[in-house]
């Protein structure tokens, strides 16, 4: 049987996962590779003045890792550049905020080569190779150039945009052309892959199977829904650690009594916070009764800080949560604490379970781990309500949350009232609906569902298996 070779722009296998900050990704791919005995390849955190495609090898944590460094120009082209400027905006929905520079997709086009000429020679002819997000969406078309006949798999993280969207993008056929040199592709949504189905038949001129098959571009391959879930037994356990109860009971301890709503987030304005510091102040406007009864805590992660749109949305997050502060907090009551650190899973895990309300109200997301993670640390006996935005791939499967429109502040404000007065029997009975999906679907499901579904990929037609 073959190796698992998965690829993604970072490496970064946590040392201990108790402690990681890295995000749901990194926990999800390094328990994918200790599975199955890969390697995990990716660019390696460094920038060098003279690209050498000199691999460093090593092993984290009983996982191989394989890694490159890039040019720091290259690097800022394709990751800051044409992935975090170009594709990640228009992917979530904000060609406002999509710059579009020839400088970045050739950066991107290069990176995505380098990565090719570098992971080559460490490919066997049994192995499979799982690509990961929108950063290397030309890596398949650039290994067949280097005639790999394995197969490949790609799976995007983020949501796939709506046909009209997309087309807004300059050289769009070239991406998706890229694309299906993959044998597969996954998708977090049905929502995803039918608007991806809907560009191959409505912008490609290609064509479609009831299985999901496309063909367009001379080239075909599989598509397929694989939602990610995270590793539900550990962060159950880890909800109820030394670390989360000292978590617990110091946010416990600190709210004398008022009932607390809680936002995790990476400072991204895909995560819909500025809209949400909104809904929360037409809330304490609107009901005069509710002032000092609660407050909201949101952590909000620093992230991708060397570009503009998140520093503008940094000092907008700053105003707004100034003014909420300023206009109605009292001496012993501060309405909004906003916090930009991270914070260790099990002290996360901790604030999670301690929470009233969970407020998930991203504007778009692939899928969005936080919202599995605050189902999972609940204490079963008396469960937070968890209020989910309609837009979050999450959203497919845990519909038994209170479901609001993001950009509807009246909406949240009045899921929140909702979620305050909810009856222990009914918040008993959605947390059980969701608790179930979240350990079905976990990260061992969707890891073995994508897995699977490319093992059983026909191989290539046009290359022959040496
Ligand atoms: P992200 O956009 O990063 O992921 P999400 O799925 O919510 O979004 O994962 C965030 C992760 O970071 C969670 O595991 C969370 O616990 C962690 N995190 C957030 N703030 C933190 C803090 N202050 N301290 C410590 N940890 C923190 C992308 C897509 C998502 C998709 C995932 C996985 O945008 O839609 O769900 O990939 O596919």
Do not use: C
């Amino acid at each position: 049987m073959g190796r698992l070779i998965v690829v993604s722009n970072r490496v970064n296998p946590p040392h201990d996962p108790s402690v990681a900050t890295a995000g749901g990704l990194a926990m999800a791919l390094a328990a994918a590779l200790r599975e199955y005995s890969g390697v995990w390849f990716g660019w390696s955190g460094r920038t060098v003045d003279d690209y050498t495609g000199q691999l460093s090898i090593s092993k984290v944590n009983g996982v191989t890792v394989a890694t490159v460094d890039l040019e720091a120009q290259e690097h800022h082209e394709y990751y800051n550049g044409y992935a975090n400027r170009t594709l990640w905006p228009l992917f979530h929905y904000r060609p406002d905020l999509t710059a579009y520079e020839r400088s970045f997709d050739a950066g991107y086009a290069r990176v995505n080569r380098r990565f090719a000429e570098a992971l080559r020679p460490l490919i066997e002819a049994e192995d499979f190779i799982w690509v990961q997000d929108y950063h290397l969406a030309h890596l398949a078309r650039e290994l067949r150039g280097l005639d790999v006949a394995n197969r490949l798999g790609f799976f995007l993280h983020i949501p796939w945009p709506a046909r009209r969207l997309l087309v807004t993008l300059p050289r769009h056929a070239e991406l998706v052309s890229a694309l299906l040199d993959y044998d597969l592709i996954g998708f977090q949504t049905e929502d995803s892959r039918h608007a991806f189905l809907d560009y191959i038949t409505g912008a490609a001129d290609g064509s479609v199977t009831p299985d999901g098959e496309v063909s367009a571009f001379g080239k075909s391959a599989r598509t397929g829904v694989f939602p990610i879930g995270i590793d539900a037994a550990e962060f159950e356990t880890a909800a109820v650690s030394e670390t989360a109860l000292a978590a617990h009971e110091r946010i416990v301890a600190s709210a004398v009594g008022r009932r607390l709503l809680l936002g995790v987030d990476r400072l991204d304005y895909s995560k819909g916070l500025e809209e949400r510091f909104l809904a929360y102040e037409q809330l304490l406007a609107d009901h005069p009764d509710l002032r000092e009864r609660l407050f909201l805590l949101q952590i909000a992660t620093l992230s991708r800080e060397n570009v503009d749109a998140y520093q503008d949305l940094r000092a907008r997050l700053d105003t707004v949560s100034g003014r909420i502060n300023g206009a109605y907090a009292t001496v012993d009551w501060v309405p909004l604490r906003y916090v930009n650190r991270a914070y260790r899973r099990d002290e996360l895990a901790g604030l999670y379970r301690a929470a009233d309300i969970g407020l998930v109200t991203p504007l778009r997301d692939g899928m969005n781990l936080v919202a599995k993670e605050f189902v999972a640390a609940q204490d079963p006996d008396d469960p937070g309500v968890l209020i989910l935005s309609e837009f979050a791939g999450a959203a497919e499967q845990l519909s038994a949350a209170l479901v609001v429109n993001p950009f509807s502040r009246e909406d949240v404000a009045e899921a929140i009232r909702r979620g305050l007065s909810m009856p222990l029997a009914e918040r008993r009975s959605r947390w059980r609906e969701m608790i179930d999906n979240v350990r079905r679907e976990d990260v061992a499901a969707w890891r073995d569902g994508f897995v699977e579904a490319l093992r059983g990929s026909p191989p290539p037609p046009a290359l022959a298996v040496a």
